[in-house]
């Protein structure tokens, strides 16, 4: 089934849009963290990060940082988080690859609800040599 994203690259539901080439399109997100809260979609539907390949994010990233520039310049926000949800796990709820580029301001109250967890003696180093690329 047709997640709203292609739905939207196909113009069959409206869409805010920023900016489109051949491999991306940008759209405002309708339910903003902040206002200007922007997307940067993959016009291929590749269902999360981990499928897409290297080359396709890097030009994802390459549109994420202008937006980000954009962000700042019109809007003066003080910061952006750039973010990807990667798989229902890590709460993304729509299948199709996009980054999130989210403009922040100083003291604007709002805030991730990561928790943070502590290593017991000696696990970081064990991580550590599992996790070497
Ligand atoms: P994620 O949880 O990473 O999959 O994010 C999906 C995002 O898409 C959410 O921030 C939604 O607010 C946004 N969204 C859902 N439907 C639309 C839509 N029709 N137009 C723009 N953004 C949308």
Redesign the pocket.
């Known amino acids: 089934m047709a997640t ?1 994203f292609e739905m ?1 690259i196909n113009g069959e ?1 409206p ?1 805010t849009r920023l900016y489109e080439d051949d491999e991306v399109l940008v ?1 405002l ?3 903003p963290v902040e206002k200007g809260h922007s ?1 940067v979609i993959s016009k291929t539907a590749y269902p999360d990060f981990t499928d897409c390949p290297a080359d396709r994010l890097g030009h994802m990233m390459e549109i994420a940082q202008k937006v980000d520039l954009k962000l700042r310049s019109t809007l003066g926000c003080d910061g952006t988080n750039i973010l990807i ?1 990667n798989g229902p796990a890590a ?4 299948p199709h690859l ?1 980054i ?1 580029v989210i403009p922040r301001y100083k003291d604007d109250g709002q805030s991730f609800g990561f928790g943070k967890k502590k290593y017991d003696e000696g696990e970081i180093a064990q991580y550590g040599a599992r996790l070497a690329l």
């Open positions: 709203v939207i539901i869409s759209i997100d309708i339910n997307l949800n709460g993304q709820e729509i996009h999130h």
